[in-house]
């Protein structure tokens, strides 16, 4: 069982930056050199889906993003410390949602769907005000 702690969400204007971190308690990387680790979110409201916006491997480094958040988010990992990072920058409203970390066992295709995710961090809420 991988556990996920989520932390760094909060309340941010339109335009502003914010810096959400995911750490792995009892980290050892060793145990996580095929992982995938993701970072998804739920708007609020109806209908809404947990919608993956950006992925990284541990093994190698690559990164993907979705469209939604392409040049102003970055993804990265500190293998040293077993903690993820999601970098926003240039926040709209539109980015308001709860924000969750994922990994993903035995990852040989770096992918943002859901259901490819294992294991999940209990969220943290990111409002931006217009």
């Known amino acids: 069982q991988v556990q996920l702690v989520e932390s760094g969400g909060g309340s941010v204007q339109a335009g502003g930056s914010l810096t959400l971190s995911c750490a792995i308690p009892g980290y050892a990387w060793y145990w996580y050199k095929s992982y995938c680790w993701g970072w998804f979110r739920q708007a609020p409201g109806p209908g809404k889906e947990r919608e993956g916006i950006a992925a990284i491997s541990f093994g190698t480094g690559e990164a993907i993003y979705a469209d939604s958040v392409k040049g102003r988010f970055t993804i990265s990992q500190d293998i040293g410390r077993g903690t993820l990072a999601l970098e926003m920058t240039s926040l709209e409203a539109e980015d308001t949602a709860i924000y969750f970390c994922?990994?993903?066992?035995?990852?040989?295709?770096?992918?943002?769907?859901?259901?490819?995710?294992?294991?999940w961090g209990q969220g943290t809420q990111v409002t931006v005000s217009s």
């Open positions: 994922a990994a993903r066992e035995a990852c040989s295709v770096l992918g943002l769907l859901r259901a490819d995710y294992a294991y």
